[in-house]
C-alpha cells in the first residue's frame, strides 16, 4: 500500500466531511477502504475539520498522514456519489489512477440550476414560518424574504469565508426585511416570520448531533458540533438583535408551534424539510418526495404522541425512533447514506426556535427567557438522540439474531453497517 493510494482515501474522505457526512461514517468508509487494499492494521481518527490515518503495511511499513478540512458546503448529490464510489472501491479494488478518475468525475461535477436555489429557500422560510404559527401572509412574506436571502447567498457565498459573519449578515437582513414589512403592514407576526426564516441558518441540527456524537463515545467531535451550534447561533441572535435596534419593535419574541391546525402543521413542515434537502443539492424527486413523506410521518407521530397524553420529551423520543426506522428504511431502499432522511426527517423535531431563544435572551440579557429556552432545548435534543440510541440498540440486536439464526459470523461491533 503506497502513500498515494491513502492520501486518494483521505481525499474522499475530506470531500465526505464537506459534503455534510457524520465523523463516524467518514471515520468507518477510510478504514473499510484501507482494509480493502491489504492493511494489516488501520487507525483513522476524524473530527468536523481534520482526518489523521495511520495505517501499517503488508510489509510492516507504517504511514501516517493528517489533513486539515477547510470548507463545508452540505452537497448530498455529491456525497451519494462520493458513498458509490467507496463501495466501488472495497468491491473492486481499482487501481490508484482509476480511483483519481473517478473521484475528480464527481467534484467537477455542475451543481444543480440556480433556480433550485431560489425555490428551497422560499419553501424553507415559508413553510417553517407557518409552522411556527404565522399566517398564509406571514408564509408569503417569509417565501419572499427567502428569495432575497437566496439572492445574497449568490453574493455571499462567493466573498465570506467566515461562517459567524455570513451568519450574522444573513440574520440581519432577514430581520430587517421581517420588521420592515411589519412597519408596513402592522397585521403581519413578525417573530414568527423571522424565527421561520433563520431555520435555514440555524445550527440546531449539529447541536443535537453533537449530543450523539458524544453518546457514541467520540467526545471531542460531539464538542466541536455543540459548540459550533452554539456560535452560529449567537450570530444569527446578533445580526436580529441589530436589525431590531435600527428598525422599531417592542422586545424580543418567543414562539410556539401553531397548536390550532393539525393540518397546516403537517403540511407546512413537509414543504420547509423538502425545500430544505433541494438547498442541501440533493437530485431526483423520489428521494425528496420521500424525504417529504418522513417529514410527514414524523411530526405526525409526534403529535399523535402529544395527542395520548405523552409529555415533549417523550414525544420526540417515540417520533426519533421513529425517523430513525424511516431513514434506515428508505436509505436502503435508495443505496443511499441514511444522514440524507435524517436530516430532512427529523428537521421539525429539532429545537432551533429555542437555540435561537437561548441565545437572543442572553443578548436581551432576560436570564429566566434564556435558561426556559435552554432547558427545552437540552431535553428536546437528549430525546432525539435518545430516540435514535434506542433504534440502533434493536437493529444492532435484530441482526445478531438473524445472523445466529442463519449460523454466521456476528458481525464487528466497532464497525458501523454502510447505510
Given at each position: 500500500m503506497k502513500d498515494i493510494l491513502i492520501k486518494s482515501f483521505i481525499d474522499i474522505g475530506e470531500a465526505?466531511?464537506?459534503?455534510?457526512?457524520?465523523v463516524y461514517?467518514?471515520?468507518?468508509?477510510?478504514?473499510?477502504?484501507?482494509?480493502?487494499?491489504?492493511a494489516v492494521h488501520c487507525d483513522v481518527y476524524a473530527l468536523t475539520?481534520?482526518?489523521?490515518?495511520?495505517?501499517?503495511?503488508?510489509?510492516?511499513?507504517?504511514?501516517?498522514?493528517?489533513r486539515y478540512v477547510r470548507g463545508n458546503s452540505t452537497n448530498f448529490d455529491r456525497l451519494i456519489r462520493l458513498n458509490s464510489l467507496c463501495r466501488f472501491i472495497t468491491a473492486e479494488r481499482p487501481s490508484q489512477p482509476e480511483i483519481s478518475r473517478r473521484f475528480q468525475e464527481i467534484m467537477n461535477l455542475p451543481d444543480p440550476p440556480r433556480w433550485r436555489r431560489f425555490l428551497a429557500a422560499a419553501m424553507i422560510m415559508g413553510g417553517f414560518t407557518v409552522f411556527f404559527g404565522g399566517t398564509l401572509v406571514d408564509g408569503a412574506i417569509g417565501a419572499a424574504i427567502g428569495l432575497l436571502i437566496a439572492l445574497l447567498d449568490i453574493f455571499l457565498g462567493k466573498v465570506e469565508n467566515n461562517e459567524f459573519v455570513y451568519n450574522f449578515e444573513m440574520a440581519f437582513v432577514i430581520g430587517a426585511a421581517a420588521l420592515g414589512a411589519w412597519n408596513v403592514f402592522p397585521v403581519l407576526k413578525p417573530g414568527m416570520i423571522i424565527v421561520g426564516s433563520i431555520m435555514l441558518?440555524?445550527?440546531?441540527?449539529?447541536?443535537?448531533?453533537g449530543i450523539r456524537c458524544i453518546f457514541r463515545g467520540n467526545f471531542m467531535s460531539g464538542s466541536v458540533k455543540?459548540?459550533?451550534?452554539?456560535?452560529?447561533a449567537f450570530a444569527i441572535a446578533s445580526g436580529i438583535a441589530v436589525a431590531m435596534m435600527l428598525i422599531s419593535y417592542p422586545t424580543h419574541f418567543s414562539t410556539h408551534v401553531n397548536a390550532n391546525n393539525a393540518v397546516y402543521q403537517l403540511l407546512s413542515t413537509t414543504i420547509g424539510c423538502m425545500g430544505l434537502l433541494i438547498w442541501q443539492k440533493l437530485r431526483g424527486v423520489r428521494v425528496i418526495a420521500c424525504a417529504g413523506l418522513g417529514a410527514f410521518l414524523a411530526w405526525g407521530t409526534e403529535l399523535i404522541a402529544m395527542?395520548?397524553?405523552?409529555?415533549?420529551?417523550?414525544?420526540?423520543?417515540?417520533?426519533?425512533?421513529?425517523?430513525?426506522?424511516?431513514?434506515?428504511?428508505?436509505?436502503?431502499?435508495?443505496r443511499m447514506p441514511a444522514t440524507i432522511f435524517l436530516t430532512s426527517c427529523m428537521f421539525a423535531l429539532i429545537p432551533g426556535a429555542n437555540l435561537y431563544n437561548f441565545m437572543n435572551g442572553i443578548l436581551v440579557r432576560d436570564s429566566a427567557f434564556a435558561l426556559s429556552n435552554c432547558v427545552t432545548m437540552l431535553k428536546i435534543a437528549l430525546a432525539i438522540a435518545l430516540g435514535f440510541i434506542v433504534m440502533n440498540i434493536i437493529k444492532k440486536y435484530v441482526l445478531m439474531i438473524q445472523k445466529l439464526l442463519r449460523g454466521e459470523k456476528i458481525p464487528d461491533p466497532k464497525h458501523t453497517p454502510w447505510l
Amino acid at each position: 500500500m503506497k502513500d498515494i493510494l491513502i492520501k486518494s482515501f483521505i481525499d474522499i474522505g475530506e470531500a465526505m466531511l464537506e459534503c455534510g457526512s457524520e465523523v463516524y461514517r467518514t471515520e468507518d468508509s477510510i478504514h473499510r477502504m484501507c482494509k480493502a487494499y491489504g492493511a494489516v492494521h488501520c487507525d483513522v481518527y476524524a473530527l468536523t475539520n481534520i482526518i489523521q490515518v495511520t495505517v501499517q503495511t503488508p510489509e510492516d511499513d507504517i504511514i501516517t498522514q493528517i489533513r486539515y478540512v477547510r470548507g463545508n458546503s452540505t452537497n448530498f448529490d455529491r456525497l451519494i456519489r462520493l458513498n458509490s464510489l467507496c463501495r466501488f472501491i472495497t468491491a473492486e479494488r481499482p487501481s490508484q489512477p482509476e480511483i483519481s478518475r473517478r473521484f475528480q468525475e464527481i467534484m467537477n461535477l455542475p451543481d444543480p440550476p440556480r433556480w433550485r436555489r431560489f425555490l428551497a429557500a422560499a419553501m424553507i422560510m415559508g413553510g417553517f414560518t407557518v409552522f411556527f404559527g404565522g399566517t398564509l401572509v406571514d408564509g408569503a412574506i417569509g417565501a419572499a424574504i427567502g428569495l432575497l436571502i437566496a439572492l445574497l447567498d449568490i453574493f455571499l457565498g462567493k466573498v465570506e469565508n467566515n461562517e459567524f459573519v455570513y451568519n450574522f449578515e444573513m440574520a440581519f437582513v432577514i430581520g430587517a426585511a421581517a420588521l420592515g414589512a411589519w412597519n408596513v403592514f402592522p397585521v403581519l407576526k413578525p417573530g414568527m416570520i423571522i424565527v421561520g426564516s433563520i431555520m435555514l441558518l440555524i445550527s440546531a441540527l449539529g447541536f443535537t448531533n453533537g449530543i450523539r456524537c458524544i453518546f457514541r463515545g467520540n467526545f471531542m467531535s460531539g464538542s466541536v458540533k455543540m459548540l459550533h451550534a452554539l456560535v452560529g447561533a449567537f450570530a444569527i441572535a446578533s445580526g436580529i438583535a441589530v436589525a431590531m435596534m435600527l428598525i422599531s419593535y417592542p422586545t424580543h419574541f418567543s414562539t410556539h408551534v401553531n397548536a390550532n391546525n393539525a393540518v397546516y402543521q403537517l403540511l407546512s413542515t413537509t414543504i420547509g424539510c423538502m425545500g430544505l434537502l433541494i438547498w442541501q443539492k440533493l437530485r431526483g424527486v423520489r428521494v425528496i418526495a420521500c424525504a417529504g413523506l418522513g417529514a410527514f410521518l414524523a411530526w405526525g407521530t409526534e403529535l399523535i404522541a402529544m395527542q395520548y397524553g405523552a409529555s415533549a420529551f417523550y414525544a420526540t423520543m417515540i417520533a426519533s425512533v421513529f425517523t430513525a426506522f424511516f431513514s434506515d428504511i428508505m436509505a436502503r431502499w435508495n443505496r443511499m447514506p441514511a444522514t440524507i432522511f435524517l436530516t430532512s426527517c427529523m428537521f421539525a423535531l429539532i429545537p432551533g426556535a429555542n437555540l435561537y431563544n437561548f441565545m437572543n435572551g442572553i443578548l436581551v440579557r432576560d436570564s429566566a427567557f434564556a435558561l426556559s429556552n435552554c432547558v427545552t432545548m437540552l431535553k428536546i435534543a437528549l430525546a432525539i438522540a435518545l430516540g435514535f440510541i434506542v433504534m440502533n440498540i434493536i437493529k444492532k440486536y435484530v441482526l445478531m439474531i438473524q445472523k445466529l439464526l442463519r449460523g454466521e459470523k456476528i458481525p464487528d461491533p466497532k464497525h458501523t453497517p454502510w447505510l
